[in-house]
C-alpha cells in the first residue's frame, strides 16, 4: 500500500510542476485520482475473500473430529471384557444375562451344542451334559462378555459373544471337553476360530463327548444315532426320534416347493435334511432342518 500510494504522489507532482498552466493538470489529476480509486477498490474487494477463506479453514477444522467420530461404532475392535450378570442358563451355547440393565440372551459365538429340549429336534445325546457343564463353568466366576467386530445380535434378538468366567472362556473348554463343535462361523467375527478349533481337535483326537459317536457330530449340526456314550445320551437319542418323525412323512421321489412359506403350507413345522422336500437353500442356519419356525 505504501508504494502504491508513494507512485501516485510523485505523478501528482510531476502533473503540477510541468504542466502547471496547462490543461493537461486536469488530466493528471483526474489520472492520479482514479488509480487511487482503483486501488481503493482492489483492497476492499480481497478484505473480504480472505475473511470467507479463513472461515471456510476454521469450519473445516472444526468438522473433522465430528466426521471422525461419526465413523466410529460400537463394534470398533474392542477386545475389552464387559461384566455381565448371570439370570439363567438356558442350555449348552445359550444364557440369559443383565446387560445395561435388562435381560437378555447371550448366544455363544462360533460354537454349537447339542439340543436340549427343542420343540423340533428334541434331546440330543450329550445336550444335558453340555448345559449342566455350561451351567458349572458360568456359576463358577465372574461372568464377562467380549464383542467380536461384526454384528452384535442375532435375528432373534440375542446378543453374539465371546463368554469368560474369571478371564477364562467358556467355549474353549466346552469345545475341549467334547461338549461343543465349532459352528457358524460368519466372518467377520472370527476373532478366536483358530483357538476353537485347535481345542475342538484335542476332543476329536480322544474322541470324547460327541467325538465318541461315529458319524453323530458333522458340519451342519448333530444326526440321530442310535449309539451313545452314557444312559442318558442314549436315552436323550430315543427321546428325540419322535420329534423329527412328526414333519418327515416316508415318501419316494423329491418334493419341491418354491420357498418356505409353500412348504409350510405342507409341512408347517419344516423338514429334516434327508426329507424329499429338504432343500439347502432353505436350511438358513445350516441345522439341518429346512424352514423351521
Given amino acids: 500500500m505504501n508504494v502504491i500510494w508513494g507512485v501516485i504522489f510523485i505523478f501528482f507532482?510531476?502533473?503540477i510542476v510541468i504542466t502547471a498552466a496547462s490543461k493537461r493538470k486536469i488530466t493528471v489529476s483526474?489520472?492520479?485520482?482514479s488509480l487511487f480509486a482503483l486501488s481503493g477498490c482492489s483492497d476492499v474487494d480481497s478484505v473480504p475473500v480472505n475473511q470467507d477463506q479463513k472461515k471456510d479453514v476454521q469450519?473445516?477444522?472444526?468438522?473433522?473430529?465430528t466426521s471422525a467420530k461419526d465413523q466410529s461404532t460400537d463394534t470398533s475392535g474392542t477386545i475389552d471384557h464387559i461384566p455381565v450378570t448371570l439370570v439363567k442358563t438356558i442350555?449348552?451355547?445359550?444364557?440369559?444375562?443383565l446387560y445395561n440393565g435388562k435381560e437378555q440372551n447371550v448366544r455363544y459365538l462360533l460354537i454349537d451344542t447339542p439340543e436340549t429340549n427343542h420343540p423340533r429336534l428334541g434331546k440330543q445325546p450329550f445336550g444335558e451334559e453340555a448345559k449342566e457343564r455350561n451351567k458349572q463353568l458360568v456359576d463358577s466366576g465372574d461372568l464377562t462378555l467380549e464383542f467380536d467386530i461384526g454384528e452384535r445380535v442375532d435375528k432373534y434378538g440375542r446378543l453374539l459373544a465371546y463368554v469368560y468366567v474369571d478371564g477364562k472362556s467358556v467355549q474353549e473348554m466346552l469345545l475341549e471337553e467334547g461338549l461343543a463343535r465349532v459352528a457358524y462361523v460368519y466372518p467377520?467375527?472370527?476373532?478366536?476360530?483358530?483357538?476353537?478349533?485347535?481345542?475342538?481337535?484335542?476332543a476329536k483326537v480322544k474322541e470324547i463327548g460327541i467325538w465318541s459317536i461315529e458319524n453323530y457330530t458333522t458340519d451342519s449340526g448333530f444326526k440321530e444315532s442310535s449309539a451313545g456314550s452314557s444312559e442318558?445320551?442314549?436315552?436323550s437319542s430315543t427321546d428325540s426320534q419322535p420329534a423329527k418323525s412328526q414333519t418327515s412323512k416316508p415318501e419316494s421321489g423329491t418334493e419341491f416347493f418354491q420357498?418356505?412359506?409353500?412348504?409350510?403350507?405342507?409341512?408347517?413345522?419344516?423338514?429334516?435334511?434327508?426329507?424329499?422336500?429338504?432343500?439347502?437353500k432353505m436350511d438358513r442356519d445350516k441345522d439341518g432342518y429346512a424352514c423351521e419356525r
Avoid: F, M
Avoid at 469450519?59 to 473430529?65: D, I
Avoid at 467377520?188 to 484335542?202: D, F, I, V
Avoid at 442318558?232 to 436315552?235: A, C, F, T
Fill in 259 to 280: 420357498n418356505c412359506t409353500e412348504l409350510r403350507k405342507v409341512y408347517p413345522n419344516g423338514v429334516p435334511e434327508g426329507h424329499p422336500a429338504y432343500q439347502a
Fill in 188 to 202: 467377520p467375527n472370527t476373532r478366536h476360530l483358530t483357538t476353537y478349533e485347535e481345542a475342538q481337535e484335542k
Fill in 59 to 65: 469450519q473445516q477444522e472444526v468438522q473433522e473430529p
Fill in 232 to 235: 442318558g445320551s442314549q436315552q
Fill in 13 to 15: 507532482l510531476i502533473g
Fill in 91 to 97: 442350555d449348552g451355547d445359550t444364557i440369559k444375562v
Fill in 30 to 33: 483526474i489520472l492520479a485520482l
